[in-house]
């Protein structure tokens, strides 16, 4: 058996399976996927059916809370492998000072066709509810936007702590959050029976995700009351929730003159 640090063991396993599965996936930051199909991404960390997950102090805890503490901060990855697969993977603290190699990557979202500073694409969609949803009925209004799809694990990780920004703003008509998903009205309808999400949800629009040319999972967009892209940014950590409620504030202060000017 061999103990190696995790970001070695990813580069020995994650570029085969990506070839495999035919699509690219951030570890512990979001996915990306094509639009042709888009089959659910590998795990974010390398496995077999036997890995074990163990926290810091050497308890079984599950893949899913293994992850989420990966997300969190202040801990890394430390994985076993034998006879070349993943035999253990296990937490360990942080040092002061010390990077998590497997915190978010920076996306630079100034290199997207839609960055901040460009005008928000125009968009009338149905919701999962049924009520009809477009940019133009939201004039003068900050429109925070989420995109995501069911199988993409730091998209539903996040959810708990969007539901508490909408809370922060229900009541507020010059706020309104709006989900673009990629998968159909059926799967979500049954998604959120289990996972409560309280943005407006517009299913199966892949149309609205190429037009946002979004590719990377989750993002997060906010469009300022004058229709131009105010906020930009995808992947999920510790500060993502915290980095949007900023660009939501900065968003009605910036625009609160220009109320109307789309």
């Known amino acids: 058996m061999k103990t190696i640090p ?20 951030t570890i512990g930051a979001g996915y990306t996927a094509g639009f042709q ?27 899913d809370e293994f992850m989420e503490y990966l997300m969190k901060g202040g801990y890394k990855a430390v994985s076993t492998l034998k006879d070349g697969q993943p035999e253990v993977h296990q ?20 290199k997207s066709k839609i960055a901040v500073g ?7 969609a149905e919701t999962l509810d049924d009520k009809n949803v477009s940019l133009d009925d939201l004039k003068g ?27 922060k703003y229900k009541g507020n008509p010059d706020v309104v959050f709006v989900s673009v998903a990629m998968d159909g009205k059926k799967e979500i309808s ?20 190429s037009s946002y040319d979004v590719n990377v999972f989750p993002t997060h967009l906010i469009i300022g009351r004058d229709g131009m892209i105010s906020y930009r940014a995808s ?18 202060r910036y625009t609160r003159s220009k109320k109307g000017a789309f």
């Open 37 to 63: 199909g888009a089959p659910p991404p590998p795990p974010p960390l390398p496995s077999t059916s036997k890995t074990v997950f163990k926290d810091e102090s050497g308890k079984i805890i599950t893949s």
């Open 141 to 167: 209004k900050v429109v925070v936007m989420n995109f995501w799809f069911i199988a993409c694990k730091p998209c539903v990780m996040e959810m708990p702590e969007l539901n508490k920004t909408v809370a």
């Open 235 to 252: 992947g999920f950590g510790p500060s993502s929730v915290g980095n949007l409620e900023t660009g939501i504030r900065d968003a009605m």
């Open 91 to 110: 937490l360990v603290k942080l040092k002061p000072g010390e990077k998590n190699p497997m915190s978010p990557r920076s996306f630079d979202a100034s």
């Open 190 to 209: 049954a998604f959120i029976k289990t996972h409560q999400f309280d943005y407006q949800i517009v299913p199966a629009a892949r149309k609205m995700l």
């Open 118 to 124: 460009t005008r928000a694409p125009a968009f009338d």
């Open 6 to 25: 995790t970001t070695r063991l990813l580069s020995i396993l994650v570029l085969s399976l990506l070839v495999v599965a035919g699509i690219s996936s």
